[in-house]
């Protein structure tokens, strides 16, 4: 009987695994981060890399409004089945893939400027879940080993606030208290890390 419900929730994790998945893609060699790779799946969970090969993604999950949002763009998109390149002349910005995987098919497009309005807004969005990882990376990382830095980077996460470029701010919680409860850094960095954590745990506009 037990090994009966280890293999359900073995086949359980499975499905899972399998089921619908967005995933986007940026390589533009000679920029900081040369790639970036989000994928989100169906359920919010969203995992962010800059290594096809990065065996350590940074994951974090998103609410269901904003994955509801994000998915209703790529069927819009009718899920990546049609060109997505401008038939203009730009310059180049890197090569973007959009990508729908739903167990063993999946869809995808490639382009480096699109005019349509849709593609548009979805590419915003993968890049903001792109920002919000690359400040969670640089506010921990700062935090563990950069004392005399993490100033900087709690300066760079309050501006992505202010501008409205956060998923899911609040993730960022219990870093910030962690932070804000620590003596170890600077009370400025301290202070600031507070003062975060009221504005996000605040009032929604």
């Known amino acids: 009987m037990k090994r009966l419900a280890c293999l359900l929730l ?3 994790a499975g499905w899972a695994a399998d089921g ?16 970036i790779q989000v994928t989100v799946e169906k359920t919010g969970e969203v995992e962010y890399r800059e290594a096809v090969d990065d065996d350590l993604p940074l994951k974090y999950k998103l609410n269901d409004a904003d994955t509801a949002a994000i998915f209703g763009l790529a069927e819009k998109l009718d899920y990546f089945k049609h060109p997505l390149e401008a038939p203009v002349k730009v310059a180049f910005m890197g090569t973007k893939t959009f990508r729908y995987e739903d167990g063993g098919k999946q869809t995808e497009v490639k382009f480096n400027y699109s005019q349509d309005v849709t593609a548009q807004t979805l590419l915003d969005w993968f890049e903001r879940l792109a920002e919000t990882a690359q400040l969670r990376i640089s506010v921990e990382r700062a935090a563990k080993y ?6 900087k980077a709690l300066l760079g996460l309050e501006a992505s606030l ?10 960022f919680l219990p870093l910030l208290d962690r932070i804000a ?4 850094y600077m009370h400025t960095a301290r202070a600031r ?3 975060i954590a009221e504005i996000i745990r605040g009032p929604k506009k």
């Open 162 to 171: 202010d501008r409205a470029r956060l998923a899911d701010a609040e993730q």
């Open 193 to 195: 890390a507070a003062e």
């Open 20 to 35: 619908p998945r967005l995933f986007y893609s940026r390589s533009f060699p000679g920029s900081t981060p040369a790639y």
């Open 146 to 151: 950069d004392h005399l830095g993490l100033m």
């Open 181 to 184: 409860a620590n003596e170890t």
């Open 10 to 12: 073995l086949a359980a």
